[in-house]
């Protein structure tokens, strides 16, 4: 991490391969990635053992067959919590008007479900599109614990979203530090910009990373993510002009290697 608090450490970056950069890219973003998912499976695992504890305690037996629903007990039954409702009412009473008092929430009739996620948003699952499938409350209790093998996929599919997310910033951010090497006339190979971009990432990316961790919005965080990218990228090429100016090199020279694009 001597991008973030070493500036000699980018006039190492311009005499180095591209290659070099790109494989820090990488596993930055694998040891991110990977800290994110551990985090997201822990949350998934709690959220369906809640998930099964609450079915257990706090809802009647059922059993969804031949597209419809049947609950035994008195109807309706209202679950609230703040501005959320589960609300389940097979007589026919209710319908899902009933979740108009709230932003968010659930409604189960006989023969379908409401889903409200906010104000604008609803959707709806007919029962009678699960076919031929049928399942009661103690088969339901017994699945939800197989769920918890989609936990193990999560780091998977997390880590990939997090390289090509990257990947694709890396590219944008590799225009802005070019447009910044220009500027401060720095004669530099467009590779030598993008290991330069990339490595000026990494700060502005943990605070990213930290603030989505903790759910803490920034105001207009972008704007303040590229600005510390940009702050980097002026100092780098200031110190690579100083390192020139004390000992001559020929940066526009070194070979660095292509990519092929197969």
């Not at 070099?20 to 890219?25: G, T």
């Not at 994110?36 to 809640?50: L, Q, R, T, Y």
């Not at 989609?150 to 990947?167: D, E, N, V, W």
């Not at 004669?187 to 000026?200: E, K, P």
């Amino acid at each position: 991490f001597y991008s973030m608090s070493k500036m000699d450490f980018y006039v190492t970056v311009a005499k180095e391969s591209v290659r070099k950069a790109f494989k820090y890219l990488v596993l930055f973003c694998i040891l991110l990635g990977a800290i994110n998912s551990i985090i997201k499976v822990v949350g998934f695992f709690d959220a369906i053992s809640e998930v099964k504890k609450f079915v257990t305690k706090d809802i009647p037996d059922f059993t969804v067959k031949n597209g419809e629903l049947n609950v035994e007990g008195e109807m309706p039954i209202v679950v609230e919590s703040d501005d959320l409702a589960l609300i389940v009412d097979t007589s026919g009473e209710l319908d899902e008007s009933s979740l108009d008092g709230y932003n968010e929430g659930i409604f189960i009739s006989k023969t379908y479900i409401v889903s409200k996620k906010n104000v604008m948003q609803k959707e709806r699952i007919d029962f009678a599109e699960l076919g031929a499938l049928s399942f009661t409350k103690s088969s339901l209790i017994a699945f939800l614990p197989t769920l918890k093998i989609l936990g193990f996929l999560f780091p998977i599919f997390i880590i990939i979203a997090t390289i090509i997310g990257k990947l694709i910033g890396s590219l944008f951010v590799s225009i802005i530090t070019a447009i910044v090497g220009a500027v401060k006339k720095v004669n530099l190979s467009y590779g030598q910009t993008y290991a330069i971009g990339i490595y000026a990432m990494t700060l502005p990316y943990i605070i990213k990373f930290i603030a989505n961790l903790l759910s803490l919005k920034i105001p207009l965080f972008f704007v303040v993510y590229y600005a510390i990218v940009i702050i980097y990228a002026a100092n780098a090429f200031s110190r690579i002009q100083q390192d020139r100016l004390a000992a001559p090199v020929s940066y526009t020279h070194l070979k660095l290697p292509t990519i092929s694009s197969a």
